[in-house]
């Protein structure tokens, strides 16, 4: 398939699929005669797999990781998992600061804040300095 349907397939643009080809995250792709790239179905499988990483929060660099433990000809049958398993521990982590810090919102809507007073003397020695 040509880079339009797959654009279709995928829900991607050009240039985000093109992007993905230039920094190695889709494996070799043929040329028709007419020096047209052929893309597969695997290749649409590949993106969506990319795209839906993407939004679980993977950064380009774990993407790039990721897709290289599935493309490798000599998977090693246990790194898929330990990869996953250190990404779930990341985002345990990920999801911990921010339950802190949405409970520090809480607190200062509730009118506990720990730093309200910290912040009224640094407000008011800005003010005194303009």
Same mark, same amino acid.
């Given at each position: %398939?040509?880079?339009?349907?797959?654009?279709? !397939?995928?829900? %991607?643009?050009?240039?985000? @699929? /093109?992007?993905?080809?230039? @920094?190695?995250? %889709?494996?070799?792709?043929? /040329?028709?005669?007419?020096?047209?790239?052929?893309?597969?179905?695997?290749?649409?499988?590949?993106?969506?797999?990319?795209?839906?990483?993407?939004?679980?929060?993977?950064?380009?660099?774990?993407?790039?990781?990721?897709?290289?433990?599935?493309? !490798?000809?000599?998977?090693?049958?246990?790194? %898929?998992?330990?990869?996953?398993?250190?990404?779930?521990?990341?985002?345990?982590?990920? @999801?911990?600061?921010?339950?802190?810090?949405?409970?520090?919102?809480?607190?200062?809507?509730?009118?506990?804040?720990?730093?309200?007073?910290?912040? @009224?003397?640094?407000?008011?020695?800005?003010?005194?300095?303009?």
């Amino acid at each position: %398939m040509q880079i339009g349907a797959l654009c279709q !397939s995928t829900g %991607m643009s050009k240039d985000t @699929i /093109r992007f993905y080809e230039k @920094i190695g995250l %889709m494996g070799d792709i043929k /040329r028709k005669a007419n020096g047209y790239k052929d893309y597969s179905q695997g290749h649409v499988e590949q993106l969506k797999l990319l795209k839906h990483a993407k939004e679980l929060g993977f950064t380009l660099n774990e993407i790039k990781e990721l897709a290289g433990l599935f493309l !490798s000809k000599s998977l090693p049958p246990q790194a %898929m998992n330990d990869y996953l398993k250190k990404k779930a521990l990341e985002i345990d982590e990920k @999801i911990a600061k921010l339950q802190a810090f949405k409970q520090e919102i809480k607190d200062t809507l509730a009118g506990n804040c720990i730093y309200k007073e910290q912040l @009224i003397k640094a407000s008011a020695g800005a003010k005194k300095s303009s």
